[in-house]
């Protein structure tokens, strides 16, 4: 897998409000972490809740949804169903924008 690349990932189980089933998440690891570890830093995609500031509004597959960047994870490769595509440019480039402002001093 590659950063920005859309995957299905089966996030069960959870415990209490973490986004829970088999999703699309959005990986945002790094493509040489993706390359040299078993786990994938994931942001899971949703087409409900709200538009709170660290989610990112996306349109994916003809869905509008959101890019749920407040519930990262970091997954084991075992969750990865398969890949269902990849996110455009802009969006990229947003969701990249928004994680350098969650984890900036």
Do not use: H, W
Request: charged share 25%; with cysteine.
């Amino acid at each position: 897998m590659r950063r920005f690349d859309v995957v299905l990932v089966n996030l069960d189980p959870t415990v209490g409000a973490e986004i829970q089933k088999t999703r699309p998440c959005l990986v945002v690891s790094p493509d040489e972490m993706n390359a040299n570890l078993r786990t994938v830093l994931v942001a899971p995609m949703t087409t409900r809740g709200r538009p709170y500031p660290t989610r990112i509004a996306c349109k994916f597959q003809k869905k509008d949804g959101a890019i749920v960047l407040d519930q990262l994870r970091t997954v084991d490769g075992a969750r990865l169903v398969k890949k269902l595509g990849r996110l455009d440019a802009s969006t990229q480039r947003k969701v990249l924008t928004l994680l350098a402002e969650m984890f900036a001093p």
